[in-house]
Protein backbone atom coordinates (compact mmCIF):
# COMPACT_ATOMS: atom_id res chain seq x y z
CA UNK A 1 0.00 0.00 0.00
CA UNK A 2 1.41 3.54 -0.87
CA UNK A 3 0.61 7.11 0.39
CA UNK A 4 -1.94 7.65 -2.66
CA UNK A 5 -4.11 4.53 -1.59
CA UNK A 6 -4.08 5.51 2.17
CA UNK A 7 -4.71 9.07 1.65
CA UNK A 8 -7.77 8.19 -0.91
CA UNK A 9 -9.01 5.71 2.02
CA UNK A 10 -8.54 8.77 4.80
CA UNK A 11 -10.40 11.44 2.15
CA UNK A 12 -13.32 8.83 2.30
CA UNK A 13 -13.34 8.64 5.69
CA UNK A 14 -13.25 12.49 5.82
CA UNK A 15 -16.01 12.83 3.46
CA UNK A 16 -18.23 9.85 5.78
CA UNK A 17 -17.79 11.84 8.76
CA UNK A 18 -18.47 15.38 7.04
CA UNK A 19 -21.82 13.69 5.92
CA UNK A 20 -22.71 12.21 9.27
CA UNK A 21 -21.89 15.22 11.10
CA UNK A 22 -23.33 18.01 8.86
CA UNK A 23 -26.22 16.18 6.36
CA UNK A 24 -24.50 17.56 3.75
CA UNK A 25 -24.47 15.08 0.60
CA UNK A 26 -22.08 17.59 -1.99
CA UNK A 27 -19.14 16.19 -2.39
CA UNK A 28 -17.72 20.10 -3.17
CA UNK A 29 -19.58 20.85 0.39
CA UNK A 30 -18.51 18.06 1.98
CA UNK A 31 -14.45 18.88 0.98
CA UNK A 32 -15.18 22.40 1.99
CA UNK A 33 -16.58 21.38 5.36
CA UNK A 34 -12.94 19.15 5.68
CA UNK A 35 -11.14 22.50 4.62
CA UNK A 36 -13.33 24.69 7.40
CA UNK A 37 -12.61 22.06 9.74
CA UNK A 38 -8.78 22.23 9.70
CA UNK A 39 -7.83 23.67 12.97
CA UNK A 40 -9.89 21.13 14.50
CA UNK A 41 -8.00 18.29 12.94
CA UNK A 42 -4.70 20.28 13.61
CA UNK A 43 -5.65 19.92 17.34
CA UNK A 44 -7.08 16.40 17.20
CA UNK A 45 -3.78 15.65 15.43
CA UNK A 46 -1.45 16.79 18.74
CA UNK A 47 -4.02 15.28 20.80
CA UNK A 48 -3.50 12.21 19.04
CA UNK A 49 0.19 12.01 19.31
CA UNK A 50 0.07 12.90 22.97
CA UNK A 51 -1.94 9.56 23.10
CA UNK A 52 0.84 8.00 20.98
CA UNK A 53 3.37 9.49 23.73
CA UNK A 54 1.21 8.22 26.54
CA UNK A 55 0.97 5.04 25.35
CA UNK A 56 4.86 4.49 24.89
CA UNK A 57 4.98 6.25 28.74
CA UNK A 58 8.31 7.54 27.19
CA UNK A 59 7.94 11.01 29.14
CA UNK A 60 6.95 9.18 32.29
CA UNK A 61 10.41 9.19 34.27
CA UNK A 62 8.68 9.12 37.58
CA UNK A 63 6.79 6.10 36.59
CA UNK A 64 8.37 2.60 37.27
CA UNK A 65 5.59 0.88 34.93
CA UNK A 66 6.84 -0.20 31.27
CA UNK A 67 4.84 0.82 28.38
CA UNK A 68 1.84 -0.84 26.95
CA UNK A 69 0.85 -3.32 24.66
CA UNK A 70 2.92 -3.15 21.15
CA UNK A 71 -0.65 -3.71 19.78
CA UNK A 72 -1.79 0.05 22.22
CA UNK A 73 1.08 1.70 20.82
CA UNK A 74 -0.02 0.60 17.23
CA UNK A 75 -3.36 1.42 17.52
CA UNK A 76 -2.15 5.38 18.62
CA UNK A 77 0.10 5.11 15.88
CA UNK A 78 -2.54 4.54 13.48
CA UNK A 79 -4.37 7.26 15.26
CA UNK A 80 -1.84 9.72 14.73
CA UNK A 81 -1.51 8.64 10.69
CA UNK A 82 -5.34 9.39 10.10
CA UNK A 83 -5.31 12.79 11.83
CA UNK A 84 -1.48 13.44 9.26
CA UNK A 85 -3.46 12.19 6.30
CA UNK A 86 -6.62 14.27 6.90
CA UNK A 87 -4.53 17.55 7.61
CA UNK A 88 -3.11 16.41 4.35
CA UNK A 89 -5.98 16.37 2.68
CA UNK A 90 -6.97 19.22 3.81
CA UNK A 91 -4.30 20.96 2.57
CA UNK A 92 -5.12 19.40 -0.85
CA UNK A 93 -1.53 17.67 -0.96
CA UNK A 94 -1.02 15.10 -2.83
CA UNK A 95 1.20 11.83 -2.55
CA UNK A 96 3.77 13.39 -4.71
CA UNK A 97 3.53 16.64 -2.15
CA UNK A 98 4.17 14.50 0.48
CA UNK A 99 7.11 12.22 -0.89
CA UNK A 100 8.70 15.35 -2.42
CA UNK A 101 8.57 17.28 1.11
CA UNK A 102 9.74 14.33 3.01
CA UNK A 103 12.30 14.04 0.74
CA UNK A 104 13.58 17.88 0.73
CA UNK A 105 13.68 17.62 4.35
CA UNK A 106 15.24 14.51 5.21
CA UNK A 107 17.62 15.68 3.03
CA UNK A 108 18.15 19.18 5.29
CA UNK A 109 18.34 17.34 7.96
CA UNK A 110 21.39 15.13 7.29
CA UNK A 111 22.98 18.85 5.87
CA UNK A 112 21.99 20.09 9.11
CA UNK A 113 23.38 17.59 11.55
CA UNK A 114 26.58 17.92 9.43
CA UNK A 115 26.87 21.59 9.85
CA UNK A 116 26.50 21.48 13.84
CA UNK A 117 22.87 22.21 13.70
MG1 LIG B 1 -5.87 7.77 20.01
Redesign the pocket.
Known amino acids: MEIKDLLKMQKSFDRYLAHISTGLDNQEELDLWNKVVLDKKLLALSV ?1 VS ?2 ANATKCFKYWSEQGPESTERIH ?2 FA ?1 VLHMLLSVANSLKMTSEDIEHAYIKKHSKNYKRQAEGY
Open positions: EELDED
